[in-house]
């Protein structure tokens, strides 16, 4: 059964850094392309950042571009490490997989960017 568990969200003042993990069971996920996503307040959920299997690299929203940065060890975690966060950044972020024919999620980890 997959499991995807995020964690590391919180409050930050603009311009500041935040890493969140998504720490995954039943799955390998150096195997897999792994996914971040976040929904704001009254929006979609929105694509963020994917990392693909072995060394296929990695894609970005052109919201996050030079600022976040995906990344994964071998087996069980996904990282996302967010720089020169903004306000506009705040949502909830969802680590996500495409594995057996279905979508999983996580439960999501809350990060607000305000003064």
């Known amino acids: 059964q997959v499991q995807l568990v995020e964690s590391g969200g919180g409050l930050v003042q603009p311009g500041g850094s935040l890493r969140l993990s998504c720490a995954t069971s039943?799955?390998?996920?150096?195997?897999?392309?792994m996914s971040w996503f976040r929904q704001a307040p009254g929006k979609e959920r929105e694509f963020v950042a994917r990392?693909?299997?072995?060394?296929?690299?990695t894609d970005y929203a052109d919201s996050v571009k030079g600022r976040f940065t995906i990344s994964r060890d071998v087996v069980r975690t996904v990282y996302l490490q967010m720089n020169s966060l903004k306000p506009e950044d705040t949502a909830i972020y969802y680590c996500?997989?495409?594995?057996?024919?279905?979508?999983?999620w996580g439960q999501g980890t809350q990060v607000t960017v305000s003064s």
């Open positions: 996500s997989v495409f594995y057996r024919g279905n979508q999983h």
């Open positions: 039943g799955i390998v996920v150096s195997s897999l392309h």
């Open positions: 990392i693909g299997p072995g060394g296929s690299g």
